[in-house]
Nanobody
Framework: QVQLVESGGGLVQAGGSLRLSCAGS????????MGWFRQAPGKEREFVAA????????YYADSVKGRFTISRDNAKNTVYLQMNSLKPEDTAVYYC?????????????????WGKGTLVTVSS
């Protein structure tokens, strides 16, 4: 069973950058699609970005395209989310997610493994 632990959240000013990391355990990590979701206070959890097992395909929510980049290092069992040009509306708890299929890791109902989340706060 894959387990996920996020890190890298914190407080940053608008326009700044952060890089989130998600460390995974389990022998199947490198075969699974990985993704990031976020949930702001009072809002539903929303898809942010996803990456296929071999990094061949990457997907982004329209709200983060051109600003966020998802990547992974299967040798380190880690997936990253580089966030640039951050805006106050990016403030949320960011969750790492894993699923066996690329489509599934973009749908919170279909994700089968979640991390506990890391808080990102962007001040104006």
């Amino acid at each position: 069973q894959v387990q996920l632990v996020e890190s890298g959240g914190g407080l940053v000013q608008a326009g700044g950058s952060l890089r989130l990391s998600c460390a995974g355990s389990g022998r199947t990590f490198g075969l699974r699609a990985m993704g990031w979701f976020r949930q702001a206070p009072g809002k539903e959890r929303e898809f942010v970005a996803a990456i296929s097992w071999n990094s061949g395909n990457r997907y982004y929510a329209d709200s983060v395209k051109g600003r966020f980049t998802i990547s992974r290092d299967n040798a380190k069992n880690t997936v990253y989310l580089q966030m640039n040009s951050l805006k106050p509306e990016d403030t949320a708890v960011y969750y790492c997610a894993s699923a066996t299929q690329e489509a599934a890791v973009q749908d919170p109902i279909s994700v089968d493994v979640w991390g506990k989340g890391t808080l990102v706060t962007v001040s104006s």
